[in-house]
């Protein structure tokens, strides 16, 4: 007779999943039994940690849009797995966490690794049910599902040992009390009152600067907010999560915005006379305009989350891509295109200052360089992954992404870790599509490097596509050494930020990887030739400079006297003033006159 946890399995398989990303412990022994005699649907991938589990998980639901789904044993297994349901929380992506617990009868008695499961899993989850008999485990798992996937985020069901091993009741007993649930899900078209979307059109045909910002919950819009850019004379930013909504070939693709964004999207965004914003929950107010300078429309799935950015006159709670389509007839076509063209022009310029900023030279190698070098280069469909750190400004800024691409980070949440196991699912996922991964040292040993074994592992799966994990090495947890000084005034503290010197390519050489080590600014381009010409996952190493600075597209006074208190006695202030002065010098390039910028002009 099958157990309960069989029939867990073959009921998540009826809801299309078809790997789960676990790690072993005898909190569910009955499930791991039962993905042994499922023969491989679901397949269950072993990562080198519960937190690698979710972030695959995580990222597995990002790129295909599917549900993720991670397993865990009780108490510091189902511990392990909350930073990385968080991520998924956060950045509204459905996942279903199954997590073993002691058996029923030991409950309460502060047995081994018996947690508060129930409680432990509130705060992050939608849904927490946990599987006290038998003929539960039809409508738990039921709801899970339907609940991640209808209101985008985590859902947990707990099954203690026990009941996993139990014979399934497939059907629960017909009496009162019973409940019978299907398989399938269903997303309402989603559309805003038409009243509001006449508000919502007026508002933007009377602008003249109209400033469009996108975000995740655009992606799948791309031909109309194409269409709306176009009637509107609009420029596009684009907050992190919706790196890959529109192309960033498209002349009027102003790029990231913020701390980390571009010069043209600060220009547009600082100088429109309407905002409007689709998707996005771009929390930093610093980098919107100033409250009442301009007129404001949203669009958002989520009704809560309208308005709470920035003042808006009109919030349209829809679906972006019906959203749009419905708006799209209400615009008027703007015969001044003067807006646009400055817009443009920005952005031919933006990308100039990044050519120069990425080829100056220092001590070790230019950060930028990596990234710039790769731009050209990106295999068409490619996936990059970006970690947490001053390699995310890179990751924004620097690659070119053109249609078909996809791209993600941890956006909301902003943890460290989750670019290499983004990476692994994506290849999963996709094994035909180039992967690479952007990550700095800091992330990588915290917990990427021990996922190359789990690459290495899995080496049979992981296709003849590039699936390349780029480390930045400078021995510095750099992002937040510029912090301590732009926002705390604070100089670089070695013993908090300096980080042990490690052979990585010499490392992955050991794990099974191709190891390609790059310490000379010349042969950066050559790196990455070889690179994605192996024939086999490959761990690329560059050796980069600490103190090449991630500057904002304006610096603010309050962080510019706070970035100047901490260079007097910051150890290495001969070099941040050096590389940053030169840094905005490049920028500063194109608004002094010389013969050549007249004849590009």
Known sequence: MAEVADFVLERLRDWGVHRIFGYPGDGINGLLGAMDRADGDPEFIQPRHEEMAAFMATGHAKFTGEIGCCLATSGPGAIHLLNGLYDAKLDHVPVVAIVGQQKRVSLGTAYQQEVDLGTLFADVSEFVGVCMEPAQARHLIDRAMKVAWSRRGVATVVIPNDVQEAPAEPAPPRTHGSVFTSVGRSRPRMLPAEEDLQSAAKVLNEGRRVAILAGQGAAGAGPELREVADLLGAGVAKALLGRDVLPDDLPYVTGPIGLLGSKASDEMVMNCDVLFMIGTSFPYAEWLPEEGSCRG????????????????DVHLAGDATETLRALIPLLHRKEDRS??????????????????????R??????????????????????????????????????????GMRATLSGTLATMGPAVPYAIAARFAWPDRPVIAFIGDGAFQMNGMNEMLTVHRYADRMGTAPLIFCVFNNRDLNLVTWEQRATGGDPKFPDSQSLPDFPYAEYGRLAGLEGIRCDDPDGVGDAWDRALAADRPVLLEFTVDAQVPPLPPHIMAEQGKKAAKAWWKDPERAGIAKHGFRQKLAELYETLPHPSDRRRR
């Open 362 to 403: 220092f001590e070790a190698i230019n950060p930028q360089l990596v990234a710039w070098e790769l731009s050209g280069r990106l295999p068409d469909g490619a996936v990059i992954t970006g970690d947490s750190g001053s390699t995310t400004a890179w990751w924004a800024r620097h690659l070119k992404l053109r249609e």
């Open 297 to 312: 429309v949203e669009i958002d799935i989520d009704g809560g989350m309208l308005g709470v950015r920035y003042p808006m």
């Open 339 to 360: 807006w646009r063209e400055k817009i443009e022009r920005d952005v031919e310029e933006w990308w100039r200052v990044l050519d120069r900023q990425s080829h100056q």
